[in-house]
């Protein structure tokens, strides 16, 4: 039976994403605990430091290298079902930190992901919006006529 899976190089390359733009956008801080496990079943638990619809940040005590292979679960704060990455590739590596890059996610755990991206979006922009009085929403402008 065939599973509904996003393969994020595949997308990348179909997109055409600017790599060093896309790893800053859309971005979400959010800390909880993860486990994540190698093709060679390794099993170590880490910390997510950021998430986005295309990859995340953890701390991890375990020496990873880059092009490694995993799959991740993650205990979200808010949430009894873990988000579960089929699998995710290494791409960078700065002492206990790492960027990891989805490679296969299935749909239903990407629209979690769209979900909880979305949420903290706007919660972010609300003591923006909140600090300017509203001004930012055209909207509240009163038009002359």
């Known amino acids: 039976m065939m599973r509904n899976t996003l393969t994020g190089i595949n997308e990348q390359r179909l997109l ?3 790599e060093k733009n896309q790893s800053r956008a859309g971005r979400a801080e ?5 486990f994540f496990m190698g093709d060679d079943e390794f099993e170590c638990e880490g910390q997510l430091l950021d998430i986005s619809i295309h990859g995340c940040r953890m701390l991890s005590a375990e020496r990873l290298k880059e092009g490694t292979l995993v799959r991740v679960t993650i ?3 808010d949430q009894s079902v873990p988000l579960q990455i089929d699998r995710a590739i290494v791409r960078w590596v700065d002492q206990a930190h790492v960027g990891l890059e989805y490679v296969s996610l299935p749909l239903e755990q990407l629209d979690r ?4 991206v979305l949420k903290a979006e706007r919660e972010r922009a609300l003591p923006r919006a909140m600090s300017d009085g509203g001004n ?5 402008h009163e038009q002359d006529h």
């Open 75 to 77: 205990f979200l704060p």
């Open 136 to 140: 930012h929403c055209p909207l509240n």
């Open 113 to 116: 992901l769209c979900a909880l």
């Open 16 to 18: 055409g994403r600017d």
């Open 30 to 34: 959010l800390s909880c605990r993860l």
